[in-house]
């Protein structure tokens, strides 16, 4: 079954299919345009959660996928449009034949000009008959493209997480520290002749001396970027003047749109409403009850309203990584032997505490509590209030710490909740850093 494609009738069928091709791509497009519509906007909202709840993996991921999708799109979009031309074509073609210049009875000059710019309808119809066939091919070759770019950066980041994060004692922390370095200098060496080669299509292959030099790096950078799943797509287009051409006009075109979709109308010098929440902002994400959309994100703490018709203020903090972070820089003691947060399977760390483990894990939850409660302070105008947060989930769902405040002694007005937080700085002094402001609205019913 292997040796097929050295069979003259496999040779026949590859060639009947394609000429009859434009149909499966018209087909395809169409229906990925259609997914790809339908699932951008879950794509992009998944992204800003994961950005929103500082989950690096989860957020590098989706930015993948979604960056790949759109990729996909807009090229498939230029397919359609170029391949629904090519059908406009043929169909004048059939009604009107060839481009006779004579009945045009243009001067000699514009004659002239015209067929050697524009010549037959023929040659019309086969160029865009290649700018749709390539174009189609050239759209899954960006996104590899793509991917390979992002792995790239992916392993930096892997190699700073394993060799530079973690801590080690004495020799096999300096082994690792100058390992991860090595490691980092011959990734960045590797991407930039990687570049090069790619920029100059081969540059580095051809000669004797750069091909002795690139080969092993060639070999690594085949595995990182995944290039072995898609070279046959990339050589040839580099033996084809025409696909070497568009794919070179392609990535100025994407570079300009990038830089043109970066462009919003800025209303004043002043004022802007995605600015944090202080005494002359209210940003609607620290207020619970304009939270309506899915894609509408805590500013780090909430309370239920503007207008506070209650007694009471409820203060919702929310939760993330370096929330807990701050806890064990404060309180040392807190911080596991084993950290368990990022991606994990239950299959493997559902049970893989001990009784023992279990025990002291349970008994550092009222410490953890404790401490949390020590370090992030409550303040209204100038006015600190006794506070007991716990742990819990809002009405979107978003994990933090609630607690309740009596507001029943406040007067009828504006006011600002202040959350401060101590931390100790590298003098080891403790200090009081104010973490959000928010203003609010009080009024008895």
């Known amino acids: 079954m292997s040796q097929e494609y050295q069979k003259s009738t496999f040779k026949e069928l590859l060639d009947k299919l394609q000429q009859e091709s434009w149909q499966l791509e018209l087909l395809i497009s169409g229906f990925a345009i259609f997914g790809l519509f339908t699932a951008t906007d879950t794509l992009a909202l998944k992204f800003q959660i994961a950005q929103h709840d500082k989950h690096l993996v989860e957020s590098l991921i989706w930015f993948a996928i979604n960056i790949s999708c759109w990729i996909l799109l807009a090229n498939l979009l230029i397919h359609v449009i170029l391949r629904g031309l090519w059908i406009g074509a043929l169909g004048l073609r059939y009604v009107s034949g060839d481009i006779d210049y004579e009945v045009l009875n243009y001067s000699p000059k514009f004659t002239k000009y015209l067929k050697k710019r524009i010549g037959s309808f023929d040659k019309y119809i086969a160029t865009l008959e290649d700018y749709c066939s390539i174009l189609f091919a050239i759209s899954f070759l960006f996104i590899f493209y793509f991917l390979a770019s992002f792995l790239c950066v992916v392993s930096i980041i892997l190699i700073v997480v394993i060799f530079l994060e973690n801590d080690f004692n004495g020799v096999w922390d300096d082994i690792f520290t100058f390992t991860g370095i090595g490691l980092i200098l011959f990734t960045l060496f590797g991407m930039l002749l990687t570049f090069i080669d790619f920029v100059t299509q081969g540059f580095l292959k051809r000669k004797k001396w750069t091909s002795k030099i690139y080969f092993p790096i060639y070999r690594v950078f085949n595995i990182i970027t995944l290039s072995f799943l898609y070279r046959p797509l990339v050589y040839n287009f580099l033996d084809n003047k025409f696909g070497k051409r568009l794919s070179f006009i392609l990535a100025p075109i994407y570079i300009g749109v990038l830089y043109l979709t970066s462009y919003?109308?800025?209303?004043?010098?002043?004022?802007?409403?995605?600015?944090?929440?202080?005494?002359?902002?209210?940003?609607?994400?620290?207020?619970?009850?304009?939270?309506?959309?899915?894609?509408?994100?805590?500013?780090?703490?909430?309370?239920?309203?503007?207008?506070?018709?209650?007694?009471?203020?409820?203060?919702?903090?929310?939760?993330?990584?370096?929330?807990?972070?701050?806890?064990?820089?404060?309180?040392?003691?807190?911080?596991?032997?084993?950290?368990?947060?990022?991606?994990?399977?239950?299959?493997?760390?559902?049970?893989?505490?001990?009784?023992?483990e279990f025990k002291k894990r349970d008994s550092l939850v009222k410490v953890y509590y404790k401490t949390f409660n020590e370090i992030y302070k409550t303040k209204i105008n100038n006015t600190y209030y006794k506070t007991n947060y716990l742990f819990t989930t809002n009405k979107n769902k978003n994990m933090g710490f609630e607690t309740y405040v009596n507001i029943d002694s406040l007067k009828n007005g504006n006011h600002h909740l202040k959350i401060n937080r101590k931390f100790i700085n590298k003098k080891k002094d403790t200090i009081l850093l104010n973490v959000v402001t928010i203003p609010f609205w009080k009024f008895k019913q």
């Open 264 to 356: 919003s109308y800025v209303d004043s010098n002043f004022l802007d409403i995605k600015k944090n929440s202080s005494e002359f902002v209210a940003n609607a994400g620290n207020y619970e009850d304009l939270l309506i959309k899915e894609d509408d994100f805590i500013n780090r703490v909430t309370i239920q309203s503007k207008v506070i018709t209650d007694n009471y203020l409820k203060v919702f903090i929310v939760f993330t990584d370096n929330l807990e972070n701050r806890l064990y820089d404060y309180n040392p003691g807190l911080k596991p032997i084993n950290d368990r947060r990022g991606l994990q399977s239950d299959a493997f760390f559902s049970n893989n505490f001990t009784t023992k």
